[in-house]
């Protein structure tokens, strides 16, 4: 899918990745840029439409699909990440937090603009994924158990929504340069690298993404009998 002329929602738009998803689709010629964002105030982008948008609140998800029935490109960048362990009490906790937004608001969102996309031909979806999908290192690990399951969810919403002709895209990346994990001593790699890589790929037809050198070397060692994550954290 193309973004020229496609009408087209991000979720978490307001900054970091998703905001340079919405810049990149006004700059490929997308017809209109709808910004969500738990506080569209928050949206100060030029040229998109602010959406408020919490993807944990069924009230606004539905009101959002109702409203916005154009939407042709679905990118669901909306997430959260929190550093913890898996045996601090607050654990289960934390999951739940990460589990409603980083998986159920990806499902509400892709309930709600099924109809949506499939009334324009059946349009595509991108759902923001990680390298954390593939392996759990305990840094951040109710983070990386929500990404493994919308991965899984990716992969299933792919399937189900073929016979409607959408197109389903999973983004796997490391640390981004963004304010979420801007306390962190990593290697970074620019939103925009990422957003060009991804919206290239949406372009060559793909159903998935691997945004820079470490997401391509740790998939390409999943089958190894010493497979990453099987190895304890550096």
């Not at 994990?181 to 290239?200: F, Y």
Request: net charge negative; charged share 20%.
């Amino acid at each position: 899918m193309n973004i020229q002329d496609a009408v087209v929602l991000v979720t978490g738009a307001n900054r970091g990745l998703g905001l340079a998803f919405a810049k990149e689709a006004l700059a490929r010629g997308a017809r209109k840029v709808y910004a969500g964002a738990r506080d569209p105030d928050s949206v100060t982008l030029p040229g998109v439409i602010p959406v408020r948008l919490d993807v944990t609140k069924p009230d606004e998800v539905a009101a959002a699909a109702s409203q916005l029935g154009d939407v042709s490109l679905l990118i669901n960048n909306a997430g959260i990440g929190e550093l913890g362990s898996l045996l601090h009490p607050d654990a289960i906790d934390a999951l739940q937090r990460h589990m409603n937004t980083n998986v159920v608001g990806v499902l509400r969102m892709a309930q709600a603009f099924t109809p949506v996309l499939a009334a324009q031909g059946g349009g595509a979806m991108i759902n923001v994924l990680s390298i954390v999908s593939w392996f759990n290192s305990g840094f951040l690990p109710t983070y990386a158990i929500s990404k493994s399951a919308a991965w899984s969810l990716t992969n299933g919403l792919r399937n189900e929504l073929r016979a409607q002709g959408t197109q389903v895209l999973g983004l796997h990346m490391g640390f981004v340069d963004t304010d979420l994990v801007r306390d962190i001593q990593a290697p970074k790699t620019p939103p925009e690298l990422i957003v060009t890589r991804t919206l290239d790929a949406l372009a060559a037809g793909r159903s998935e993404v691997l945004g820079d050198d470490v997401a391509r070397q740790i998939k390409q060692g999943l089958s190894a009998d010493d497979a990453f994550y099987l190895q304890p954290p550096a």
